[in-house]
T-cell receptor
Framework: EDQVTQSPEALRLQEGESSSLNCSYTVSGLRGLFWYRQDPGKGPEFLFTLYSAGEEKEKERLKATLTKKESFLHITAPKPEDSATYLC????????????FGPGTRLSVLP | GAVVSQHPSRVICKSGTSVKIECRSL??????MFWYRQFPKQSLMLMATSNEGSKATYEQGVEKDKFLINHASLTLSTLTVTSAHPEDSSFYIC?????????????FGPGTRLTVL
């Protein structure tokens, strides 16, 4: 059965304390893995798309990497405004254009 | 680019009434739009896939007669919650895939908070 899990469920960091969020997946035929940021009461905001193992994408303090079984979202020197829920989603060959979302990681960055 | 809007952002209605939520792609055409439901502190649950000019495809367990979806144009999809009940209260989010590019990313609207009294 296709699954997407994320860990940790919640993470509290001090401002400037770097860390990584994990997204593990088991799907048949990965077409793409996506990272989104969601603020409370708002829709998800697109961050990255990764297509193949070894691929990396960066944007400001965020860097996403992909292996054959998981993806990491590295946050370098986070700021309080990075506090949000980070969602990963996968698109697989047998789902067409549908996404399977993970449960998310709630990140809190304290000043 | 790739902006998706939803209207209304919040709606409160009485039990038994119907509510329509609009999802628009503002700067691109979308042959496919999706409707999700999200409960507090939970992830997104796909309700249905909406394709322009054809019937929507509903996920297992989603009542198609209760959640009516119309994708009448390449920039507009609507979700109508018919005979709403308090258990339908939730955060409804739409997304769209740009149809004229090779993009596979979904771009999300800001969501609609539905409260049924």
């Amino acid at each position: 059965e296709d699954q997407v899990t994320q860990s940790p469920e919640a993470l509290r960091l001090q401002e400037g304390e770097s860390s990584s969020l994990n997204c593990s997946y088991t799907v048949s035929g990965l077409r793409g893995l996506f990272w989104y940021r969601q603020d409370p009461g708002k829709g998800p905001e697109f961050l990255f798309t990764l297509y193949s193992a070894g691929e990396e994408k960066e944007k400001e303090r965020l860097k996403a990497t992909l292996t054959k079984k998981e993806s990491f979202l590295h946050i370098t020197a986070p700021k309080p405004e990075d506090s949000a829920t980070y969602l990963c989603a996968v698109q697989a060959n047998n789902y067409g254009q549908n996404f399977v979302f993970g449960p998310g990681t709630r990140l809190s960055v304290l000043p | 680019g790739a902006v998706v809007s939803q209207h209304p952002s919040r709606v409160i209605c009485k039990s038994g009434t119907s509510v329509k939520i609009e999802c628009r792609s503002l700067d691109f055409q979308a042959t496919t739009m999706f409707w999700y439901r999200q409960f507090p502190k939970q992830s997104l649950m796909l309700m249905a896939t909406s394709n322009e000019g054809s019937k929507a495809t509903y996920e297992q367990g989603v009542e198609k007669d209760k959640f009516l979806i119309n994708h009448a144009s390449l920039t507009l999809s609507t979700l109508t919650v018919t005979s709403a009940h308090p258990e339908d209260s939730s955060f409804y989010i739409c997304s769209a895939i740009p149809g004229l590019t090779r993009s596979v990313e979904q771009f999300f609207g800001p969501g609609t908070r539905l409260t049924v009294l």
